[in-house]
């Protein structure tokens, strides 16, 4: 008898750190910080975790290599908080505490001043956007706000979001302003 783990190739898809260095050679950096996190999340959009290498956890539930996995040193753990770190790094932003854990996260930007809740804040590009999906009362997963659209009706504003770790992938997701679970927003730059 074979458990899923016997299906599992861990030599495919994976990547180095020339890699992901190779991967930015000829992005086109501006210097405004905002703009490069998002654009280097853009150039993520339709990554997957990969279906051939993966671990099994004990409920036989498949957890994919990522290459932002691989690059924090834990290719097959939850990835929502990797990727943007991951972004942060190759965007050449270091101002602000960065993890895995979303509430150490969230904790960390407290203490550094550069966290503000759902309900006090109207998000820019390149904030980072923080979920309580569970409905636990803690975050749970973290992307990056890439764009923000108001409208006259408060509530119907839109915030776009690059999220890794959502459907197994990275993709962009929409939001209304005042959706439930936006948990808040780490404030990497003055607005």
């Known amino acids: 008898l074979h458990s899923l783990a016997c299906y599992s190739n861990p030599k495919a898809d994976i990547e180095t750190p020339l890699d992901?260095?190779?991967m930015f050679e000829d992005y086109p950096f501006s210097g405004?910080?905002?703009?490069d996190l998002v654009g280097v999340a853009k150039t993520q959009v339709g990554y997957a975790e990969s279906a051939l290498n993966f671990e099994a956890d004990a409920d036989e539930v498949r957890h994919g290599y990522?290459?932002?996995g691989?690059?924090?040193g834990a290719p097959y753990?939850?990835?929502s908080a990797m990727f943007v770190s991951f972004c942060l790094?190759?965007?050449h932003v270091d101002v602000i505490p960065q993890g895995?854990?979303?509430?150490?996260w969230v904790h960390d930007l407290k203490n550094a001043g550069k966290y503000q809740s759902a309900a006090d804040y109207i998000p820019g590009p390149g904030d980072i956007i923080f979920f309580d999906r569970n409905g636990d009362g803690s975050p749970d997963h973290v992307g990056i706000v890439s764009s923000y659209a108001p409208a006259e009706d408060h509530d119907s504003s839109r915030i776009q979001t690059i999220e890794g770790n959502s459907a197994n992938e990275v993709r962009y997701n929409s939001y209304n302003l005042t959706n439930t679970t936006i948990f808040g927003y780490g404030i990497l730059f003055e607005p």
């Open 66 to 68: 990522t290459r932002y």
């Open 100 to 104: 895995t854990l979303c509430t150490a």
């Open 20 to 22: 992901w260095q190779e």
């Open 77 to 79: 753990n939850e990835w």
């Open 70 to 72: 691989a690059w924090y």
């Open 32 to 35: 405004n910080l905002r703009e």
């Open 89 to 91: 790094h190759y965007a």
